[in-house]
């Protein structure tokens, strides 16, 4: 069972906006910060929001004021609300649960152990 399914991904024109969503299973949802990253071809993996288990946020700088990480605990969904898009946002985008290594930062990889396996997200000048 994949723990953790991401969809909302697409092609938008620079300033559109797109809202990705990350379907969990309830063990790795509870009591569990989870987080946006993303990567595109050719570069490192980087966090772009997370939220934790107290609905506390975190952003990338390249992204504060553009997207908004939120959660539905009934849905066991995270979501995250991207506006303005711009070119370099384009990317994949995975969710990420369970963070287990709080000396890592909220943003960083390794600091979880569940992965989607990703939705594409395509922006055009």
């Known amino acids: 069972q994949v723990p953790l399914v991401e969809s909302g991904g697409g092609s938008v024109q620079a300033g559109g906006s797109l809202r990705l969503s990350c379907v969990t299973s309830?063990?790795?949802?509870?009591?569990?910060?989870m987080a946006w990253f993303r990567q595109a071809p050719e570069k490192r993996r980087e966090g772009v929001a997370a939220?934790?288990?107290?609905?506390?946020?975190v952003y990338a700088d390249s992204v504060k004021d553009r997207f908004t990480v939120s959660k539905d605990t009934a849905k066991n969904t995270l979501y995250l609300q991207m506006n303005n898009l711009r070119p370099e946002d384009t990317a994949m985008y995975y969710c990420?649960?369970?963070?287990?290594?709080?000396?890592?930062?909220?943003?960083?990889?390794?600091?979880?152990?569940?992965w989607g396996q990703g939705t594409q997200v395509t922006v055009s000048s």
């Open positions: 990420a649960a369970d963070r287990f290594d709080f000396n890592l930062g909220i943003l960083h990889s390794s600091a979880y152990r569940y």
């Open positions: 309830g063990v790795t949802y509870s009591g569990s910060s």
């Open positions: 939220i934790d288990r107290f609905g506390s946020t």
